[in-house]
């Protein structure tokens, strides 16, 4: 299948649970409270601690270039019933040569263990394959955060191999396990 790579009809996707949105300016408070907790930041790669409104809307801002330019899709991750913001998920480093991108996400800790980011991973991963016309979706995860492995395993990827002290993570190194999901695996 040809590549698609037009983003701009798909603004947002819908779940049983959820809404995956665009970001509104006034939800960088929520961002910094969310994504603010050592929690997140910890096993996260980008995410600074301390996480200050600064880098919320610096966040938000750089989302619709990234877009129109077919690099990234970042949604918001709200719940269906009351909008409420709970997390981010997207697909970055978009490549339409070799038609494969990364999933990333988080989950405020408030809604951890529901299942949210399995859904909102899974939706964005379809929205990958049949929106962008990616073959391949590829995500990482620290070894020592294994809740987000058991998530990428939810949305039919397989593990690849362990990155031995990949990153350096607040002075210690980690090693990253890889997981990738082909348009093939996928029902």
Do not use: C
């Amino acid at each position: 299948m040809e590549a698609k790579g037009d983003m701009s009809a798909e603004l947002s996707l819908r779940t049983e649970r959820l809404q995956l949105t665009e970001f509104e300016p006034d939800d960088a408070a929520t961002i910094v409270r969310l994504a603010g907790t050592r929690e997140i930041a910890d096993t996260t790669i980008s995410i600074p601690h301390p996480y200050r409104l600064e880098d919320a809307e610096a966040f938000i801002q750089a989302q619709v270039p990234r877009m129109e330019e077919g690099s990234a899709a970042t949604f918001a991750i709200r719940l269906a019933a009351g909008r409420q913001l709970i997390g981010v998920v997207s697909l970055t480093k978009i490549d339409l040569e070799h038609q494969q991108a990364e999933l990333g996400y988080w989950i405020g800790t408030d809604w951890w263990g529901k299942g949210y980011a399995t859904e909102a991973a899974r939706a964005v991963v379809r929205f990958g394959f049949d929106v962008i016309g990616l073959n391949r979706i590829y995500a990482h995860h620290m070894a020592r955060n294994p809740a987000s492995g058991r998530v990428l395993e939810r949305v039919g990827m397989r593990r690849e191999g362990v990155l031995r002290q990949r990153v350096r993570k607040w002075g210690r190194f980690e090693d990253v396990v890889v997981y990738a999901v082909l348009r093939d695996d996928v029902p």
